[in-house]
Nanobody
Framework: QVQLVESGGGLEQPGGSLRLSCAAS????????MGWYRQAPGKQRELVGT???????NYADSAKGRFTISRDDAKNTVYLQMNSLKPEDTAVYYC??????????????WGQGTQVIVSL
């Protein structure tokens, strides 16, 4: 079993910053790609960005220049640094990890979600 625990969400004013973390634990052989998604009220879940095991990143247009994804493989943790926050960034943020639980068994895992509210 693999568990993902997210943290770092909360209420922030426009222009502020938040840092989200997602730590994986359990039966982990290796973690490949990691990513962040978000879902605003009444909208579909959308991609925020991804990071490969090699450290290459890809971002949605809405996140480019403001958000940064990083990873610490020693801790099986992915981070999302969010700067210059806007009210439209308000959403529940989910991490997604591609986890090898053994040399031959693979799982795609989701975090429980953390609420981010950007408001005065």
């Amino acid at each position: 079993q693999v568990q993902l625990v997210e943290s770092g969400g909360g209420l922030e004013q426009p222009g502020g910053s938040l840092r989200l973390s997602c730590a994986a634990s359990g039966s982990i052989f290796r973690v490949d790609g990691m990513g962040w998604y978000r879902q605003a009220p009444g909208k579909q879940r959308e991609l925020v960005g991804t990071i490969t095991r090699g450290g290459s990143t890809n971002y949605a247009d809405s996140a480019k220049g403001r958000f940064t994804i990083s990873r610490d493989d020693a801790k099986n943790t992915v981070y999302l640094q969010m700067n210059s926050l806007k009210p439209e960034d308000t959403a529940v943020y989910y991490c997604n990890l591609n986890v090898w639980v053994s040399r031959t068994k693979y799982q795609n895992c989701w975090g429980q979600g953390t609420q981010v509210i950007v408001s005065l």
